[in-house]
């Protein structure tokens, strides 16, 4: 599997390291349900048989966390963008 | 007892110079190590970047790469070195504080107060920075940390790295058919320029790998520690081309 790295190009996916689902935001731990909000975010996962937006990190490249949408019975890559680019997106959108 | 002294050593320095692998002819590969290097990595402060960009090509008459490349020459130069993130390497004995800036004739900044209050975008900033780090590698090289500190220290973190990576000069015909062992990206000509970078790696080292020249020349900066690993992948991949080292 290659990844194409916004900054440095296509590089093979050795040079990445996985994390996961990057859709997951950490719950506010002063709400009254945060223990259970933090029980789903850190054990309850999806697990999609097609399109999945993930975080990948490129380790032995440029070290920029990317957001991966990978279909995951095919490994098709549809999109790859900075991390930064959509924390940034979700911080605007609220 | 008797006094200690540390002198500086470069990282191959134990290695002895000449042939190695196959000797009939000219060798395949040249291989020399850069020692008159200082360098330090310099990474945007958080919304400085564009700021950082224009201040270095004010001072320096450099323009930051945004994308894998380099500019400079042997004085000065600059490698990108991720999103915001860039490597400066600087050669000359001119140290301790380099006049860089009076050589290449521009205005310096009085303080970090002074080029903050230049600019709107950076009233963020918290002067004053730290103007002095570790300074200089003994043996008087430009110390570029302080340097850099001084010049665009208000729009960037900078850390010296001149004792911790090795550099290695190589060039020679067979130069691209013993990378191609190692180095997973394409050095054909028409991917890989004189002028661009790439960071990845050889061997599972991490490597930063710049081309100086169509010849092609190619330079290879990595962490000091892992010099020894990487020449014994050079000198076994560079066997059957024949390796001089000089």
Known sequence: MRIPCPSCGERGHEEFAYLGDASLVRPDPTAPDAEARFADYVYLRDNPAGALRELWYHAAGCHAWLVVTRDTRTHEISGVEPAKAAALRRQEAG | ?246
């Open chain 2, 1 to 246: 007892m008797a006094e200690i002294v540390l002198s500086p050593t470069s990282a191959f320095a134990g290695i002895p110079r000449g042939r190695s692998g196959q000797t009939d002819g000219p060798p395949g590969v040249i291989a020399s190590e850069r020692t008159d290097l200082a360098m330090a990595t310099i990474i945007a402060r958080k919304g400085q970047s564009a700021a950082l960009r224009d201040t270095v090509r004010e001072i320096y008459g450099l323009k930051l790469p945004i994308r894998p490349t380099w500019v400079g020459n042997d004085e000065l130069a600059f490698l990108w070195s991720g999103p915001d993130q860039w490597l400066a390497l600087a050669t000359g004995t001119i140290g301790p504080l380099s006049p860089l800036r009076e050589r290449v004739g521009v205005r310096a900044f009085a303080s970090f107060e002074d080029a903050a209050s230049e600019t709107t975008a950076s009233k963020a900033l918290t002067p004053p920075f730290p103007t002095r780090g570790r300074g200089s590698p003994a043996g008087g090289f430009v110390d570029i940390e302080t340097e850099l500190r001084e010049s665009i220290g208000a729009f960037a973190a900078i850390s010296a790295q001149g004792d911790g990576r090795a550099v290695l000069r190589l060039s020679g015909p067979n130069v691209h058919d013993t990378l191609a062992k190692g180095l997973p990206i394409d050095l054909h000509e028409s991917a890989f320029k004189p002028g661009d970078v790439a960071i990845t790696q050889i061997a599972h080292i991490g490597v930063t790998i710049r081309q100086i020249d169509s010849s092609p020349t190619y330079e290879i900066i990595l962490a000091r520690s892992l010099s020894l690993s990487f020449w014994s992948w050079l000198v076994a991949s560079s066997g059957e081309f024949g390796l001089d080292f000089t």
